[in-house]
Nanobody, 124 residues
Framework: QVQLVESGGGLVQAGGSLRLSCAAS????????MAWFRQAPGKERDFVVA????????NRADSVKGRFTISRDNVKNTVWLQMNSLKPEDTAVYYC?????????????????WGQGTQVTVSS
């Protein structure tokens, strides 16, 4: 099974950028759909963006279209989330998730493996 560790969170002003990393170990991510979810205080965990295991399908939440980009490097066994034009409403704990041979689904129930999360705070 794959283990996931997120990093790169922090405090940023509105309009700024952050790049989150998700380093995988225990298995190659080349056979996993990879996704990012986020959870704000008192709210449910929401889908952000996902890429299918073969890279052929991409799903992105409407709220982040044009601002957030997911990328993966199967050799480095790492996934990134580039976040631009950040808004205060993007403040949340961001989680990396993996779904073996997945098609980039938007439901958290589809993902078997999760990281511990990294906090992103956007100040106004």
């Amino acid at each position: 099974q794959v283990q996931l560790v997120e990093s790169g969170g922090g405090l940023v002003q509105a309009g700024g950028s952050l790049r989150l990393s998700c380093a995988a170990s225990g298995d190659t991510i080349s056979t996993y759909a990879m996704a990012w979810f986020r959870q704000a205080p008192g709210k449910e965990r929401d889908f952000v963006v996902a890429v299918s295991w073969d890279g052929g399908r991409l799903n992105r939440a409407d709220s982040v279209k044009g601002r957030f980009t997911i990328s993966r490097d199967n050799v480095k066994n790492t996934v990134w989330l580039q976040m631009n034009s950040l808004k205060p409403e993007d403040t949340a704990v961001y989680y990396c998730a993996a779904d073996r041979f997945g098609p980039a689904l938007t439901s958290s129930n589809a993902y078997e493996y999760w990281g511990q999360g990294t906090q992103v705070t956007v100040s106004s």
